[in-house]
């Protein structure tokens, strides 16, 4: 397992922040620190063990010490594949969840019509992306990471829906450009990612890093895109029904502002605040 920081070498090149991202990083950070304490922590307990004794009795003390209800003999190494895995089934959930988060900045910044296609047949990120191209919105990804995230959403699936068949993870391995990964990824040559059958922590890291590169690219694809002297009409802490009594607009649409690391000019602040003040009156 590498040094952690290393990890994570990625860059959005563009200013603005979305409230969506700021989540994912932070719940995804939360996770990655979770996994690599438990992933600690059954080392160290089989590293400690009471040798005096076969190790399932050992287990088997320890569970009823704790109140676990947990025997037999379990180790890390029986474990350690399903264990990964299920990491990365909470790593999809992470995701999932952004994309959520992400439809909803869309909402906010561009048009509160904007919804993600119902297609079955396509992962959920397909389906922004389409939904996300008919507003002429289309983020550039380097053409290893969408194959190396639907390679990891079928190893996710072979976990969650009862092992489904592993013949489409590998088909979904075949397709990752591991060329072209290295050449823009290179700290990850050489350890991820893995096939179906030897995943390991590094497979958990890089899918976590994959998720943040997919976050980053679907930023910069709203580069100089927002109009943001209209965000008055689509924001939802705009709309005056949200807005509590007594408020000063000016200062709440600064506020908004700020959240997506953008300094309104002059004449946006004003051209917001004057729609938010029509919109007040049409509600009287």
């Known amino acids: 397992m590498g040094k952690r920081n290393i990890f994570y070498d990625y860059r959005s090149n563009v200013d603005i922040v979305l409230p969506s991202c700021k989540r994912l990083y932070k719940r995804l950070g939360d996770y990655d620190t979770l996994a690599e304490y438990t992933i600690c ?5 089989e590293k400690y063990c009471d040798t005096t004794i ?27 594949g399903v264990l990964i895995k299920s990491f990365l089934v909470n790593s999809h ?26 297609d079955d047949k396509i992962s959920e990120l397909d389906r922004l992306l389409a939904s996300l191209k008919e507003l002429k919105i289309e983020p550039s990804f380097p053409r290893w990471l969408l194959p190396a995230m639907d390679y990891y959403r079928n190893v996710r699936n072979s976990v969650a829906h009862n092992q489904r068949d592993k013949n489409s993870c590998e088909k979904a391995f075949e397709k990752i450009d591991i060329s072209a990964l290295n050449a823009d ?24 890093a994959c998720i943040k590169h997919v976050a980053n690219f679907l930023v910069m694809a709203l580069k100089d895109r927002v109009d943001w002297s209209r965000i008055g009409e ?20 600064n506020s908004i502002f700020s959240q997506y690391n953008h300094r ?8 917001v605040m004057d ?3 029509a919109r007040k009156k049409r509600l009287k």
């Open 41 to 45: 922590a059954m080392l160290d307990f």
């Open 54 to 80: 076969p190790f399932s009795d050992y287990v088997s003390n320890k569970a009823m010490e704790h109140g676990v209800n947990l025997r037999g003999g379990v180790t890390f190494g029986n474990y350690k």
């Open 93 to 118: 959930a992470i995701l999932s969840d952004f994309i959520k988060h992400y439809r909803d900045d869309i909402r906010n910044l561009f048009t509160r019509d904007f919804t993600i296609k119902g």
């Open 185 to 208: 990824y290179g700290i990850f040559k050489d350890k991820a990612p893995h096939h179906v059958d030897a995943i390991n922590m590094d497979d958990f890291y890089f899918y976590s």
């Open 234 to 253: 689509t924001h939802t802490d705009l709309d005056p029904q949200n807005i509590k009594k007594g408020t000063r607009t000016e200062k709440l649409v």
């Open 264 to 271: 309104g000019t002059k004449s946006e602040v004003r051209k």
């Open 275 to 277: 729609e938010v003040i």
